[in-house]
């Protein structure tokens, strides 16, 4: 069979603006695509729900693919094995309460099960602002991360979401959106961000899944993002807090 250039170009423009189309409407859509954006979306769409999830890089993971230091390896409490097991990803006891896993693994792993179960991601898309009404975030503002960094002046498109997930890590991106613009009063001590505390890794895996909740109506932090809304610690290459906190946000907005 002879090979078309064109029939390529067009396969992959129609395929991809049908997917693109079909997110511009969904249950639930996240940002960030760390290990806690990307478990949070596999419950979702394992529990049927539509969501989509957007990543500025050309890779998912976060900080996840490099372990500790670039040593690609990364260590989980005993209380997250479980969803290691879950997801099939080898483990092996280090200490009492303390496990390994290979963090390449992990990530691909992830990943693929959370597109199997029905998450569509999205990458080299940024969230550069968010739409509010009645002072609840009621969707997205997308443009091309290469757009984003090349400072260019070209019109963003947007899309609708019962619910959206700041999985953004320390940056918080989102709800730095939502202090910034919009006027609503997070739901912290302050009514703003807070900011992340230094490295207490016992307080900050606890405070992690504990701030995995709504920042105001229509956002819910998850993840790293949480402890630097709420104000935790951060807690280094353990990465049990970021599994956890993805399956409690997701079993939240199941409820609702």
């Given amino acids: 069979m002879k090979l078309d250039e064109i029939v390529i170009s067009k396969a992959i423009i129609e395929s ?4 693109l189309i079909k997110a511009l409407d969904v249950d639930v859509a996240i940002v960030g695509a760390g290990p806690a954006g990307m478990v949070c979306g596999y419950y979702l769409a394992k529990a049927g729900k539509k969501v989509v999830l957007f990543e500025r890089k050309l890779s998912v993971g976060g900080g996840m693919w490099g372990g500790g230091i670039m040593f690609n390896e990364i260590v989980v409490q005993e209380k997250a094995k479980r969803i290691l097991d879950e997801f099939g990803i080898k483990s092996r006891r280090y200490a009492q309460g303390y496990y390994l896993a290979d963090s390449i693994e992990a990530v691909s792993t992830i990943c693929s099960k959370a597109v199997k179960a029905g998450l569509k991601i999205f990458n080299l898309m940024s969230a550069e602002d968010v739409m509010v009404r009645n002072k609840k975030v009621v969707g997205l503002v997308l443009n091309w991360t290469a757009v984003e960094m090349a400072n260019l002046h070209v019109d963003p498109i947007t899309m609708r979401a019962k619910f959206v997930v700041d999985a953004t890590g320390h940056p918080a991106e989102i709800a730095r959106i939502i202090e910034k613009k919009s006027g609503i009063r997070l739901k912290t001590k302050t009514g703003k ?20 909740k709504e920042i105001c109506p229509g956002l819910y932090a998850c993840g790293m993002c949480a402890n630097a809304v709420f104000g935790g610690p951060r807690m280094g290459p353990i990465f049990g807090g970021m599994l956890l906190a993805g399956e409690k946000v997701a079993k939240e907005l199941i409820k609702k």
Avoid: L, P, R, T
């Avoid at 961000?193 to 995995?212: F, L, P, T, Y």
């Fill in 16 to 19: 991809y603006n049908d997917k």
């Fill in 193 to 212: 961000i807070i900011g992340e505390q230094s490295m207490w890794a016992e307080v900050g895996e606890d405070m992690i899944v504990k701030n995995s």
